[in-house]
């Protein structure tokens, strides 16, 4: 039970970020003072740099819509999806079956961030510490998922 309550708890940093930067992509944050200035709510920082690049977008979907989708799935799965389930005398394994299919979206997200990691640093020579959180969670996520599939 401690893996899955880490898994919720990671994903809904992660959903937390992942809409802090969707909100940022479509430009609903601007200088936001009810938002700590280290999280990059100015117009001018990093971050909301950062959604305006070529970087931000997979498949021309932004990233961080992608992020949102990928951690309310695994909140769903944490939840509540069943670890058995019995249809006329089958037992499926529902959590099992889904939790591989997370595991390789994961290592996806995993290797993504290392490629937008070097993206930040080597190519838009720039800093950004919601990336930084973002990839960091993904990661663990990863590993945690390791263990629970």
Not at 109 to 115: P, Q
């Amino acid at each position: 039970m401690g893996l899955r309550l880490s898994i919720v708890l990671l994903s809904l940093g992660g959903l937390a970020d992942a809409l802090y930067f969707t909100l940022a992509y479509y430009g609903r944050i601007r200088k936001a003072r009810w938002v700590p200035e280290i999280l990059c709510a100015r117009e001018d920082s990093s971050c909301v740099t950062v959604v305006r690049t070529p970087y931000a977008r997979v498949f021309g979907v932004p990233n961080s819509l992608l992020g949102i989708v990928y951690y309310v799935l695994l909140l769903v799965w944490a939840t509540f999806v069943p670890r058995h389930v019995s249809i006329l005398g089958y037992v499926l394994r529902p959590y099992e079956t889904l939790g591989l299919l997370l595991l390789g979206a994961s290592l996806s997200t995993v290797i993504l961030g290392f490629y937008l990691i070097h993206a930040l640093r080597r190519v838009l020579h720039t800093h950004c510490p919601l990336c930084y959180a973002a990839h960091a969670i993904n990661t663990v996520l990863f590993v945690l998922l390791i263990f629970v599939s």
